[in-house]
């Protein structure tokens, strides 16, 4: 074997070497995004178990809200139905909303807003929020990362043929970033 | 209780004092420096006796004098410091140890010969017993045929309170290069710690946090939850480089401290203070 065919060979294997050991971090980083979704996603569930009690909470003192009561039931049944960040963007922004607003006819409600049960689902909602809100910036970011290495030079010359796809990020719409007030009921 | 005078103040009371002891030496040292001068330059130069007797009593006498100088200025210094240091302590409840304080388990101890332990000082502070002082070991350096002592000096900060349910913990922020995934490997493989690999890829970039391999692994998730990882990678919380072993927390940076920046060393211990109620999830009032 002549000094070409060698060298050919050196940098044949070294290719391969080099695109086996960027499959493996693209794969890692896959993960990641897996494992930063399943962390929101057990956050968004445990808002959406929240859901039930909070209605009928406020089903008992405001029965007269009966359309936002069912609007947020439809939409937590949308939300539990999405199964990525792409889909559960849209619906859990939605939810968020409603949730918001039903928390705000304490102000109209009196007797729902000295409710020591409204009061607790409250400041539970606020910390389900707060989870939520770090655990999707974690998954964000490694999104990004993620979009990052199958986008770049030499990542993008074997992600699309190794089925490397874009990830979605989950997006918060404005009124999804206002932080859940917890008013102390005294 | 009042807080401590401003730095200078002592430095000025101390040259003052240290005028008052050394005043009286003042000529004798300049007549004495003179002489000797006067003497040694005759000797030196036995043609030009009378010349060189008197460039020898000049320089002699300013010798002397520098002599007084030199030793008002190290008198200073060494009282500035030490009243101080007293008059911060007392402030602060805290107790000066000084020189000599053997701490054999605290970092680098092992490193080295001729290790050296100075300035130590304890006290109460947070909840924590601190112990707070400056360490040295020294190693041999050879280039060709001549060698010398390298001096490795440190500040060193141990802070003892809350247990954590584990042997070993090391926080610390990586370096310009980030994470080195194979060098974590090493580290894990080759000692009896390992790299912990939290849900953010930011997080493990930008931090490297090591546990003992016996440690467990829920413990670990419960402390650095979402809410923590996400603070600390957007640096709402900052932690300082924090390591624990043998029950106590452990800060250490290169370079002693002096006492002129006992307030800083302060602002330091507040700064490990705030990340142990963390790690040792102590509720905040």
Same mark, same amino acid.
């Given at each position: 074997?002549?000094?070409?065919?060698?060298?050919?060979?050196?940098?044949?294997?070294?290719?391969?070497l080099?695109?086996?050991?960027?499959?493996?971090?693209?794969?890692?980083?896959?993960?990641?995004?897996?494992?930063a979704?399943?962390?929101?996603?057990?956050?968004?569930?445990?808002? #959406?178990?929240?859901?039930?009690?909070?209605?009928?909470?406020?089903?008992?003192?405001?029965?007269h809200?009966?359309?936002?009561?069912?609007?947020?039931?439809?939409e937590?049944?949308?939300?539990?139905?999405?199964?990525?960040?792409?889909?559960?963007?849209?619906?859990?922004?939605?939810?968020?909303?409603?949730?918001?607003a039903?928390?705000?006819?304490?102000?109209?409600?009196?007797?729902?807003?000295?409710?020591?049960?409204?009061?607790?689902?409250?400041?539970e909602?606020?910390?389900?929020?707060?989870?939520?809100?770090?655990?999707?910036?974690?998954?964000?970011?490694?999104?990004?990362?993620?979009?990052?290495?199958?986008q770049?030079?030499?990542?993008?010359?074997?992600?699309?043929?190794?089925?490397?796809?874009?990830?979605?990020?989950?997006?918060?719409?404005?009124?999804?970033?206002?932080?859940?007030?917890?008013?102390?009921?005294? | 209780?009042?807080?401590?005078a401003?730095?200078?103040?002592?430095?000025?009371?101390?040259e003052?004092?240290?005028r008052?002891?050394?005043?009286?030496?003042?000529?004798?040292?300049?007549?004495?420096?003179?002489?000797?001068?006067?003497?040694?330059?005759?000797?030196?130069?036995?043609?030009?006796?009378?010349?060189?007797?008197?460039?020898?009593?000049?320089?002699?006498?300013l010798?002397?004098?520098?002599l007084?100088?030199?030793?008002?200025?190290?008198?200073?210094?060494?009282?500035?410091?030490?009243?101080?240091?007293?008059?911060?302590?007392?402030? #602060?409840?805290?107790?000066?140890?000084?020189?000599? #304080?053997?701490?054999?388990?605290?970092? #680098?101890?092992?490193?080295g010969h001729?290790?050296?332990?100075?300035?130590?000082?304890?006290?109460?502070?947070?909840?924590?017993?601190?112990?707070?002082?400056?360490?040295?070991?020294?190693?041999?350096?050879?280039?060709?045929?001549?060698?010398?002592?390298?001096?490795?000096?440190?500040?060193?900060?141990?802070?003892?309170?809350?247990?954590?349910p584990?042997q070993?913990?090391?926080?610390?922020?990586?370096?310009?290069?980030g994470?080195?995934?194979?060098?974590?490997?090493?580290?894990?493989?080759?000692?009896?710690?390992?790299?912990?690999?939290?849900?953010?890829?930011?997080?493990?970039?930008?931090?490297?946090?090591?546990?003992?391999?016996?440690?467990?692994?829920?413990?670990?998730?419960?402390?650095?939850?979402?809410?923590?990882?996400?603070?600390?990678?957007?640096?709402?919380?900052?932690?300082?480089?924090i390591?624990?072993?043998?029950?106590?927390?452990?800060l250490?940076?290169?370079?002693?401290?002096?006492?002129?920046?006992?307030?800083?060393?302060l602002?330091?211990?507040?700064?490990?203070?705030?990340?142990?109620?963390?790690?040792?999830?102590?509720?905040?009032?």
């Open positions: 074997m002549d000094t070409v065919a060698i060298a050919g060979v050196a940098v044949l294997v070294l290719l391969l080099g695109a086996l050991l960027l499959y493996n971090g693209m794969v890692r980083a896959r993960n990641t995004v897996d494992e979704w399943s962390g929101v996603d057990v956050q968004l569930r445990r808002r #959406h178990d929240l859901v039930p009690n909070l209605v009928e909470v406020v089903k008992g003192y405001a029965a809200e009966s359309s936002l009561l069912t609007q947020v039931t439809a937590r049944d949308a939300a539990r139905a999405a199964s990525d960040a792409q889909a559960a963007s849209p619906a859990e922004t939605a939810l968020a909303g409603d949730m918001r039903l928390l705000a006819l304490a102000e109209a409600y009196p007797n729902l807003r000295a409710s020591k049960n409204f009061s607790e689902l409250q400041s909602l606020a910390s389900i929020e707060n989870n939520i809100v770090a655990a999707r910036n974690i998954y964000n970011g490694n999104v990004r990362r993620y979009n990052d290495k199958i770049s030079i030499p990542g993008v010359l074997i992600a699309g043929p190794a089925g490397f796809a874009q990830r979605a990020m989950f997006i918060a719409e404005e009124s999804d970033r206002q932080p859940v007030r917890a008013t102390l009921v005294l | 209780m009042t807080p401590p401003p730095y200078e103040q002592f430095e000025r009371e101390a003052v004092a240290a008052a002891r050394y005043g009286k030496a003042q000529v004798p040292m300049f007549v004495v420096g003179g002489g000797a001068g006067a003497v040694i330059g005759a000797l030196v130069a036995k043609d030009e006796r009378v010349g060189s007797g008197l460039a020898g009593a000049a320089i002699g006498a010798l002397g004098i520098g007084y100088f030199l030793l008002v200025m190290l008198k200073k210094r060494a009282d500035a410091a030490a009243n101080y240091t007293a008059a911060w302590c007392a402030e #602060h409840g805290w107790q000066v140890l000084g020189d000599g #304080h053997e701490v054999a388990n605290g970092p #680098h101890a092992d490193s001729n290790p050296q332990w100075r300035n130590a000082l304890t006290g109460p502070l947070e909840g924590l017993d601190v112990l707070l002082y400056n360490f040295s070991y020294y190693t041999t350096e050879s280039s060709g045929k001549s060698s010398h002592e390298e001096e490795h000096p440190f500040r060193v900060l141990r802070l003892a309170g809350p247990q954590l584990v070993t913990l090391s926080f610390t922020t990586r370096g310009m290069f994470k080195i995934g194979f060098a974590d490997s090493l580290d894990s493989t080759f000692t009896s710690q390992r790299v912990v690999d939290l849900e953010s890829v930011d997080f493990n970039e930008k931090f490297k946090l090591e546990v003992h391999d016996t440690a467990d692994e829920i413990w670990i998730r419960r402390v650095f939850d979402p809410q923590t990882i996400d603070a600390l990678v957007r640096g709402d919380l900052r932690f300082p480089n390591h624990y072993w043998d029950g106590c927390f452990w250490w940076e290169s370079g002693h401290y002096e006492a002129r920046q006992l307030d800083e060393m602002v330091w211990q507040l700064f490990g203070a705030e990340a142990i109620k963390h790690l040792a999830r102590i509720e905040r009032a």
